[in-house]
T-cell receptor
Framework: EAGVAQSPRYKIIEKRQSVAFWCNPISGHATLYWYQQILGQGPKLLIQFQNNGVVDDSQLPKDRFSAERLKGVDSTLKIQPAKLEDSAVYLC????????????FGPGTRLTVL | GENVEQHPSTLSVQEGDSAVIKCTYSDSASNYFPWYKQELGKRPQLIIDIRSNVGEKKDQRIAVTLNKTAKHFSLHITETQPEDSAVYFCAASEGGFKTIFGAGTRLFVKA
């Protein structure tokens, strides 16, 4: 079975620029997560979708970050404008449901903000 | 806010020895505790998980224990092998919601 796909794998931008990341979850997985993983730290949940609805975005910096999951499948995460401290790996994960299900992670997008 | 603390941050053991990683959580509503292994440059992968109605779970060389009263849970790896070298993350969630990860433990297994 195909895993979680993410693109791009790497992105370098200057501060104040905009960037967007794309995620395609495992087919049939209803729940999709976006995490931010800063070097040397654990993943931090930014937003969690159940189908195309948001179930948790309490840690999403909404003044600059936005995410959507149209049609309950693919998702995009956008940062506008980027700050130096946004440099991190952005991981997308998916799971069958919102219960106690294994989360399957994508390869991540490494963002460097100069 | 809610928090998961993980210790130690780095652990070095000799091949064949056991390794223990400990986590504490603050949200008393947490009821699902997965452990993920992340090899260098790769994505996190689930290795074992435990639910709040269970005190211990074992899968071959890996075991996890949970003390709900003390809000502690631990990962035990026995007979460690060089391929166990990686970063291990504990996490806590409320039935799959509000997942919070620990900061990670970098495990080195020396041959």
């Amino acid at each position: 079975e195909a895993g979680v796909a993410q693109s791009p794998r790497y992105k370098i931008i200057e501060k104040r620029q905009s960037v967007a990341f794309w995620c395609n979850p495992i087919s049939g997985h209803a729940t999709l997560y976006w995490y931010q993983q800063i070097l040397g730290q654990g993943p931090k949940l930014l937003i969690q979708f159940q189908n195309n609805g948001v179930v948790d975005d309490s840690q999403l910096p909404k003044d600059r970050f936005s995410a959507e999951r149209l049609k309950g499948v693919d998702s995009t995460l956008k940062i506008q404008p980027a700050k130096l401290e946004d440099s991190a790996v952005y991981l997308c994960a998916s799971s069958l449901g919102t219960g106690e299900n294994e989360q399957f992670f994508g390869p991540g997008t490494r963002l460097t903000v100069l | 806010g809610e928090n998961v603390e993980q210790h130690p941050s780095t652990l070095s053991v000799q091949e064949g020895d056991s390794a223990v990683i400990k986590c504490t959580y603050s949200d008393s509503a947490s009821n699902y505790f997965p452990w993920y292994k992340q090899e260098l440059g790769k994505r996190p992968q689930l290795i074992i998980d435990i639910r709040s109605n269970v005190g211990e779970k074992k899968d071959q060389r890996i075991a996890v224990t949970l003390n709900k009263t003390a809000k502690h849970f631990s990962l035990h790896i026995t007979e460690t092998q060089p391929e166990d070298s990686a970063v291990y993350f504990c996490a806590a969630s409320e039935g799959g919601f509000k997942t919070i990860f620990g900061a990670g433990t970098r495990l080195f297994v020396k041959a």
